[in-house]
């Protein structure tokens, strides 16, 4: 399997460029995921459905929720009951393209691979009158007053007056059909990124509202913002629906390089930073204190039920997705949840 590109940034996040994108992405999704991935899906998440089906034996892994009783009492053995997959199936997306997403140091930006995600759920769900809808969050428009806070090497930035244009969060319908899924994908491409920072936890929360049957809920974000902020809304998703959660990482979040001083700014407040990457100490106290954000993550999706898949500006995010489904349908045949 070849690596999948996606075309250089362009000067400006213009519409050309979006449709650059998104053409490029459908043909890639199209032709490789189709051959990787034999077999018609209801979901990226192979549910267990809401239909009562067979029971069989129960093994270690499986879901205790699913435990036939009856059957149980009758055989003293104990037993699950099987379901089957919804015919008709409904997937939203939470979209989160804050000001941070608009950043990368490797072969893509992260908002490149925000829409990259996005185009690979909606091909591998929109198929046999399956739905699929968004809700869009962006930066308010205005940067937050920055007071210094007295470090030496932070710097202020004046406040930009600006008025957003379109609300900060935007609710696309889930609709049937392919073409409706490539509108909703080109409307997420066209997106404008403004400064300041997505409330993650109200936008996760905006899939709860109104209450829908039982479907796929994707949530796609760096999820820098802090995990008080969206656990509570991820887990409140996960008792109704399958919750699928892709973080966008860049190896520049991970680890700094040594390259002397460099100056930093942050995209959703506007606050600089000048950073000497020089100092062996300061470079792995980032590191340590990366990976222990990067690993509380985990710990709340995990704690939530939600699986999670992370796609790195510097990999093959394609190949990643295809190794991601092909064990998310490996450990459904097994009998497990997760």
Known sequence: ?????????????????????????????????DGLLQGDYAGLLPGPGSEAGESREYRPG??????????????????????VADRELETWMAIDLSASLDFGT??????????AAATAMAHLTVRGGNRIGAVVGTGPGRVPAETGGGFPWRRRRPDPVAVPRTPPVVRMPARPGRKEAQGLLRAIARTEIRPGRTDLGELIDMLNRPPRRRGVA????????????WARPVRKLGVRHDVLAIE??????????????LTLADPETGVLHEVQTADPALRARYAEAAGQQRGEIARALRAAGAAHLRLRTDTDWLLDIVRFVA???HARTRGTTR
């Open 248 to 261: 966008v990482v860049d190896p520049r979040e991970l680890e700094l390089p040594d390259v002397g001083v």
């Open 1 to 33: 399997m070849t690596t999948a590109e996606l075309p250089p940034p362009a000067a400006g996040p213009g519409t050309a460029r979006a449709e650059a994108v998104l053409s490029r992405l459908q043909l890639l999704v199209t032709r490789k995921l």
């Open 62 to 83: 499986d879901d205790v929720r699913r435990m036939d009783w009856p059957v149980t009492a009758r055989t003293t053995q104990p037993h699950v009951r099987r379901t």
């Open 218 to 229: 994707v949530v796609i974000s760096d999820f820098l913002a802090p995990a008080e902020s």
């Open 327 to 329: 064990a998310q349908r």
């Open 106 to 115: 490797a072969r893509y930006l992260k908002r490149d691979l925000v829409l």
